[in-house]
Structures are given as C-alpha cells and as structure tokens.
C-alpha cells in the first residue's frame, strides 16, 4: 500500500472519529462550538482568559440579544444536562507545569520542561505542541495527549478559546482527565541527564527521581558564593560579585530573609502570587482556598436551583448562563408545575407518615388490648356464650336505673332526719328572741312612766321617787319559761 492510501486511511479514520464524537453532542451544541458564520455562536465564552483577573460575563451577555441569550442558553443547559460530570485532571501538576513567573519565585522550581534525555524518546510519547516527552500528561475527551502547560497556554491564547490544539473540538478543561497509568509509568522510565551535567555531573537517571537528586543528592547543585569573603554557596550560578547572602525585607511580606533564599520563600509567601490549577490565573497563596469555593470560575458547581431538584453541574462563570434557561427556575411555567408537584409531594409525604402513625397507634392499641382481655373465650370453648348486645344493654340501663332510685330515697330519708333536730332548734330559737322583745318593751315603757309628773288631791303634780312607799307597785310581767334541760345533769348546752 502506498503513503498516499495510508494517508487517506488515516483521514477517513479521524474524519469517523471526528463525526462519532461530534453526534454525541445535542443538537445545536455541535453549531454553536463549531461553526464560524455570523448566525452562529462562537466558543469564546469558553476560553480561558490570561488575565489574572478574568473579565465577568456582564459583558459578554450584554453583546447578545434577548432571542439568541435564550437559544444559546438552552443550547448550553442540553449539553451540560448530557455530558458526565468531570472536574478535570485528578493528579496535581508539577510546580513547573503552572507557568509561575519568575518574579514570584519560578526560578527555585526544577524545570521538567528543560531536561536532556539520554536517548531519543518514543515518537508516541512526545506532544504535539512543544514536541517534547509529555510533561504532566492531559487527555482531552477526543483522545490527544499534551502536556499540562502546553494545553493551557493555548487555551488561554487561542482565539478560539477552548478548543483542541489538533481537530477543534469544542473543549472544557474540566472535560479533560489526567492520562492513565501506562503512559506515565513509560514516561517516567525515560533516561535523563542530571541538570547540572553542564558543571561535571555524569549520572543519568530515571524521570521521575530526577528532582530529588538535583535538589538534594548531587554534588554540583551548589555554587561558590562570588564574595571573597564568604564561605557559602548558592544553588544558581552568580551573575555578579556580591555576596547573595545579606539579609533584605521580603518585597510581599516584609519578612527578613536572605537573599540566596529569596525564590524559595516566595514559593512560601503568603503574599506572593501563585497560578490556579483550575481557572489559570494568578492568586494571592493566602486567599487559594477562598478563590476555590468562591471565585475560581473554573470550578464545577451546582445550578442556583439545586434545591429545586435541577442536577446539572456547570463552571462558575456559566452558572448565571444556564439559570437563563433552566428549567427548575421558578418564573418558568416548566419550574412552576415543578414547584407545585414538588410541594404535592411533600403532602402525600406528610400524610403518609401521618398514617403510619396512627397505624402504629393503632397496633399498639390492640396489643394492650389483648393483654388486658387476657385468655378469652371462643367460640367452641366450654361456657362460651354469645353475645347478646341489645338485651344486655336494656339490662344494664333497668339495673343502673334501680340503683339510682334506691340511692334518691337514702339520700332523702338521710336528709330528713338530719333536718329535724335543726327545725327544733330554730322554733325555739324563735320563741325566745320573742320573749327577750316582749321584756325590753315593758322595761321601756315602765321607764316612761317613772319619769312622768303625777297630779294630787290638792290639783297640783309632783315627782314620784323610785323608793317612796305611795308608789303603787304595778304588777310584774310574766317570767320567761324556764329552758328544757337535757336529762344529764352536767350538760345543760342549747341545741344548735
């Protein structure tokens, strides 16, 4: 077979990869990432930008219309609803691999990106960007391998943004998975020179314990400090004759360090700048957590609807861009009869385990009930009767009524005799109080009549006195009946 029918194998097996992977998008999704003309959308909205500080959406969702913000973001929530979820390369990158600019302490991290291979690497192994042995392998979901760094320099410097470096394919990094065991493992195998073999050291070593003997083990790590006078050494080759190791302010913190140390504390300083693995821009190290949960945009999270029951996982910076458009959102006839199923719902939930409790109740009730009634008897068992239910209760109100009138005629005689004795006593009590009255009113007019004048044969009048012997003595009223004394002879106490 012929280069050129191999080339034209070759092309027809990307072209059929190319239209599997592009017929598991929705549709519209393939339109809006793939197509350049001017009704389509472009893939800007997925690069990544450079800027330590990414511009927010505000801008760009302004630039749209109200009809195409809304065919977009249907678009959009259709293919984050089909894709499966994926936050992206699972193995933390090499410090390397995160393009930290020198002033913030690049120049103490080994570069991998700069090692010398002892033979030439196998061509499968090398990225198609840098044409290097991959560093920090990336695969992105149309099967192409790159290194960490490449991947994202040409993310954030592409115009098309996110899409891949070889076929165009619509790309996300969260799409992006760390590449599998095997081809780091053979990655790692790969011989190397040691990074100081330009002062003297000959060893050659496997990749991936490279950084431990530059850094701790090899002998031509250090250099002479360029001052006569001091015995020190650095670990980067001088460009001047001063001593390195004078004491300074930290240019973030203002913590006082040699300035032989300088590049290691800035990969410390909680002032200085650090890149993110996720969105690609420069942070302050103090707020990477804080970035993290709030402002990388990078960082898959759930829609604002989430409790609604929408479970569809976006980046931060797209968050707003699907809320347009989903439909758990509550101003939406869809989310509407969703919030009223939802809240139907909860009722038949609320009333089923409100019959459960009374079911239980209720079986609790007929357990004590047949713990008091006990060994009852059943039908067939010797004394078992039936039961009667009318002629038993007809016998019972005759019962019950019967005792009752027994009861209103003790209760009546009871008080009878009681009462007695009492309405004695008070006849009695009245005929004194009447005898006590007829006594007061004869000694008060019998005053009245000791104080009058009285007339003599002569026709005049003179005073009587109480001890002249002329005053006829006037008959006495009659005495008060003595009081019936009781047949004891040491009580005599009234009846009360």
């Known amino acids: 077979m012929s280069d050129s029918s191999d080339d034209d194998l070759a092309d027809h097996r990307a072209a059929a990869r190319h239209f599997a992977r592009r017929s598991q998008l929705p549709p519209g999704i393939n339109d809006g990432f793939m197509t350049r003309s001017a009704d389509r959308y472009s893939p800007d909205i997925y690069s990544v930008a450079s800027d330590p500080d990414p511009p927010s959406q505000a801008p760009m969702m302004s630039a749209l219309d109200a009809g195409m913000q809304s065919q977009y973001a249907g678009r959009h929530s259709q ?93 996300l990094w969260t799409d992006c998975s760390s590449s599998i065991r095997l081809i780091r493992t053979q990655l790692n195998n790969l011989i190397v020179k040691c990074p100081h073999h330009g002062r003297g050291c000959e060893e050659e070593m496997r990749r991936e314990v490279v950084e431990r003997h530059a850094t701790v083990e090899c002998s031509f790590r250090e250099f002479p400090c360029p001052d006569a006078d001091c015995e020190k050494t650095i670990r980067y080759k001088p460009t001047d004759d001063k001593c390195h190791h004078q004491e300074a302010s930290c240019i973030f913190c203002d913590a006082i360090i040699e300035d032989a140390d300088r590049d290691i504390h800035l990969l410390q300083c909680p002032k200085s700048k650090t890149r993110c693995a996720d969105c690609w821009s420069l942070i302050l190290r103090e707020q990477e957590d804080g970035h993290r949960n709030l402002d990388c945009d990078a960082i898959e999270v759930g829609c604002r609807f989430q409790t609604a029951g929408c479970p569809v996982r976006v980046p931060r910076a797209h968050q707003e861009l699907h809320a347009l458009s989903c439909p758990f959102h509550p101003d939406s006839p869809s989310g509407a009869i969703i919030r009223s199923q939802r809240e139907l719902i909860e009722t038949y939930n609320s009333l089923g385990s409100q019959l459960r409790h009374l079911r239980a109740r209720q079986e609790e009730t007929s357990r004590r009930l047949d713990h008091v009634a006990g060994p009852a008897l059943r039908p067939g068992d010797p004394g078992f009767r039936e039961p009667r239910p009318m002629p038993d209760l007809d016998a019972g109100f005759e019962e019950v009524h019967h005792n009752l009138s027994n009861l209103e005629a003790r209760q009546s005689m009871w008080m009878v005799t009681q009462l007695m004795p009492v309405r004695e006593e008070i006849v009695e009590l009245r005929n004194t109080n009447n005898m006590l009255r007829m006594q007061v009113n004869y000694l008060l007019s019998r005053v009245r009549d000791e104080g009058q004048p009285r007339p003599t044969s002569s026709g005049t009048t003179r005073p009587t006195s109480m001890g002249s012997d002329t005053v006829a003595r006037e008959p006495m009223p009659p005495m008060m009946r003595q009081r019936r004394r009781s047949s004891a002879a040491d009580v005599d106490l009234p009846r009360l």
């Open 79 to 171: 293919y984050y609803a089909s894709r499966t979820p994926n936050p992206g390369p699972q193995i933390k990158p090499h410090l390397s691999s995160l393009d930290i600019p020198r002033r913030y302490g690049s120049n103490a991290i080994l570069d991998m990106y700069a090692l010398t291979y002892v033979s030439e690497p196998d061509p499968n192994l090398l990225c198609p960007i840098c044409h290097d042995p991959l560093v920090d392998p990336v695969t992105t979901p149309c099967d192409h391998t790159f290194c960490y760094r490449c991947l994202r320099r040409s993310m954030a410097s592409s115009p098309a943004g996110g899409a891949c470096p070889i076929d165009r394919e619509p790309l």
